[in-house]
């Protein structure tokens, strides 16, 4: 006979005993934990035996020694997602997570320099080429930190102006999907460190973002911070949560002052503001 098998059936939101020295058995809970909501845009956070192999849709998962792992859910995930582990002992575990949709706005914005909607100039292009490129490479960094575990805060306060996959038409343009939180606040306002992590990319003046920032928080878990005014950090630096990193800014393809928060894990970009609390009345009123 082939390895042991179990499959089981998630719920939306997802907490499953861990348990150890587990043997596969009919009605025995699984031997891991996730916890999060399981929706497009979500990221989840995993625990399982030490020593695991985890699998999510057939790509390899980074693990920790004590266990820890992370799952992505894309803006317009399908409605299933396959999770695989596989245990120190042998045993196999599968689960068909079920996939929350979501509904996504429609967001107007007017008035942007046409040049930075439909870039036609060599020069422009070639620069959006290399800011692709920096990007990539910082977010590339794979290492076994787990500074995810810390949890994570709103790096400023303000009105929500923009959300996570809304579609966007830009001077009447269709264009690609928002993939970031807009914050609103005035030029110099102070971006502090929503976790802890290292600084891969540091970028004054990259051509649609502008002053942009790129934090690496373990496992190719990582924030980027766009449109900003000044940076008080430089690549390689080690943040810790609520540190100064940077200040609003009006930067790249704006109409005004805001911080575009955006996050990704691996490949797939999730929605920064299932990690956060709600956004204070009072910050959201602009008061």
Same mark, same amino acid.
């Given at each position: 006979?082939?390895?042991?098998?179990?499959?089981?059936?998630?719920?939306?939101?997802?907490?499953?005993?861990?348990?150890?020295?587990?043997?596969?058995?009919?009605?025995?809970?699984?031997?891991?934990?996730?916890?999060?909501?399981?929706?497009?845009?979500?990221?989840?956070?995993?625990? =399982?035996?030490?020593?695991?192999?985890?699998?999510? #849709?057939?790509?390899?998962?980074?693990?920790?020694?004590?266990?820890?792992?992370?799952?992505?859910?894309?803006?317009?995930?399908?409605?299933?997602?396959?999770?695989?582990?596989?245990?120190?002992?042998?045993?196999?575990?599968?689960? =068909?997570?079920?996939?929350?949709?979501?509904?996504? #706005?429609?967001?107007?914005?007017?008035?942007?320099?046409?040049?930075?909607?439909?870039?036609?100039?060599?020069?422009?292009?070639?620069?959006?080429?290399?800011?692709?490129?920096?990007?990539?490479?910082?977010?590339?960094? #794979?290492?076994?930190?787990?500074?995810?575990?810390?949890?994570?805060?709103?790096?400023?306060?303000?009105?929500?102006?923009?959300?996570?996959?809304?579609?966007?038409?830009?001077?009447?343009?269709?264009?690609?999907?928002?993939?970031?939180?807009?914050?609103?606040?005035?030029?110099?306002?102070?971006?502090?460190?929503?976790?802890?992590?290292?600084?891969?990319?540091?970028?004054?003046?990259?051509?649609?973002?502008?002053? =942009?920032?790129?934090?690496?928080?373990?496992?190719?878990?990582?924030?980027?911070?766009?449109?900003?005014?000044?940076?008080?950090?430089?690549?390689?630096?080690?943040?810790?949560?609520?540190?100064?990193?940077?200040?609003?800014?009006? =930067?790249?393809?704006?109409?005004?002052?805001?911080?575009?928060?955006?996050?990704?894990?691996?490949?797939?970009?999730?929605?920064?503001?299932?990690?956060?609390?709600?956004?204070?009345?009072?910050?959201?009123?602009?008061?």
């Amino acid at each position: 006979m082939g390895a042991a098998l179990l499959r089981v059936t998630s719920v939306l939101l997802l907490v499953v005993s861990l348990m150890s020295g587990f043997a596969v058995q009919a009605g025995a809970q699984p031997p891991y934990q996730l916890e999060g909501q399981v929706l497009q845009g979500s990221l989840v956070f995993g625990k =399982t035996v030490p020593g695991s192999r985890v699998y999510q #849709d057939g790509q390899a998962l980074r693990i920790s020694a004590a266990g820890d792992f992370l799952l992505g859910f894309t803006r317009d995930a399908p409605p299933t997602s396959q999770l695989r582990i596989e245990l120190p002992a042998g045993e196999v575990v599968e689960q =068909t997570l079920e996939v929350g949709a979501r509904a996504y #706005d429609i967001q107007r914005i007017d008035g942007l320099p046409q040049g930075k909607v439909t870039p036609r100039s060599k020069e422009d292009l070639a620069r959006i080429r290399r800011d692709g490129a920096a990007v990539k490479k910082a977010r590339a960094r #794979d290492d076994d930190r787990q500074d995810f575990l810390h949890g994570f805060q709103w790096p400023v306060m303000g009105p929500i102006t923009g959300v996570y996959g809304s579609q966007r038409i830009l001077n009447g343009e269709p264009r690609r999907p928002h993939f970031g939180v807009d914050v609103a606040a005035p030029v110099g306002t102070p971006v502090r460190a929503p976790a802890p992590g290292i600084v891969t990319l540091a970028d004054a003046d990259q051509f649609f973002s502008g002053g =942009t920032l790129i934090i690496d928080h373990g496992h190719k878990l990582s924030s980027s911070f766009l449109h900003l005014s000044k940076l008080h950090v430089k690549v390689g630096d080690r943040v810790e949560q609520g540190e100064l990193i940077a200040e609003v800014g009006a =930067t790249g393809r704006v109409t005004g002052a805001h911080l575009d928060w955006r996050m990704n894990l691996r490949e797939r970009r999730i929605d920064p503001e299932l990690l956060v609390p709600p956004m204070p009345v009072t910050a959201s009123a602009g008061q």
